[in-house]
T-cell receptor
Framework: NAGVTQTPKFQVLKTGQSMTLQCAQD?????MSWYRQDPGMGLRLIHY???????DQGEVPNGYNVSRSTTEDFPLRLLSAAPSQTSVYFC?????????????FGQGTRLTVV | RKEVEQDPGPFNVPEGATVAFNCTYS??????FFWYRQDCRKEPKLLMS???SGNEDGRFTAQLNRASQYISLLIRDSKLSDSATYLC???????????FGDGTTLTVKP
């Protein structure tokens, strides 16, 4: 099982560049989320989605856009990269089944903005 | 105040020790609770779910107190391989999102 697949695993951007982090899941999960993790800190929610066509802002949404056109994919767009966006980004998916709500994570994207 | 707060740690314990981690949450609408383990900035992985009745998985015991909005994780007979960061996670299913604590780092030493 592929589970949650994130690409790329590593990326270096120059300030002002834009890019899209890809996330795909093959578990038919309704819920998908993007988190960032800075050194020594926990995961902070950027954006999340409860289903195709529905997205919402998390704790730290500024500078990021998302869309959810299909159940499987949830790309995260950096509009104009800034050094403050240097972080590790994790995508996660989970089922809305109340009895099976474990979140599954991708392997992360390590982004450096110079 | 953060929605999910954990012991700041770090915890440095010898092999064989018993160690307990605590977590509190502020949103009473929270519906499901978990402990995740994260190694060396890799992706978090589920350690165990947490239920009001308490649950045990080998050396690990998790407990939920809904009245106090408090979650705990007990690790008995610590092993070197238990060294990791432990994340408390609270789900609000109605909102469709999970909230993570900042994590508590455990180092088990020989």
């Amino acid at each position: 099982n592929a589970g949650v697949t994130q690409t790329p695993k590593f990326q270096v951007l120059k300030t002002g560049q834009s890019m899209t982090l890809q996330c795909a899941q093959d578990m038919n999960h309704e819920y998908m989320s993007w988190y960032r993790q800075d050194p020594g800190m926990g995961l902070r929610l950027i954006h999340y989605s409860v289903g195709a066509g529905i997205t919402d802002q998390g704790e730290v949404p500024n500078g990021y856009n998302v869309s959810r056109s299909t159940t499987e994919d949830f790309p995260l767009r950096l509009l104009s990269a800034a050094p403050s966006q240097t972080s590790v980004y994790f995508c996660a998916s989970s089922s809305r089944d109340r009895f099976n709500t474990e979140a599954f994570f991708g392997q992360g994207t390590r982004l450096t903005v110079v | 105040r953060k929605e999910v707060e954990q012991d700041p740690g770090p915890f440095n314990v010898p092999e064989g020790a018993t160690v307990a981690f605590n977590c509190t949450y502020s949103n009473s609408a929270s519906q499901s609770f978990f402990w995740y383990r994260q190694d060396c900035r890799k992706e978090p992985k589920l350690l165990m779910s947490v239920y009001s009745s308490g649950n045990e998985d080998g050396r690990f015991t998790a407990q939920l107190n809904r009245a106090s909005q408090y979650i705990s994780l007990l690790i008995r007979d610590s092993k070197l391989s238990d060294s990791a960061t432990y994340l408390c996670v609270v789900n609000n299913l109605n909102a469709g999102k999970s909230t993570f604590g900042d994590g508590t780092t455990l180092t088990v030493k020989p």
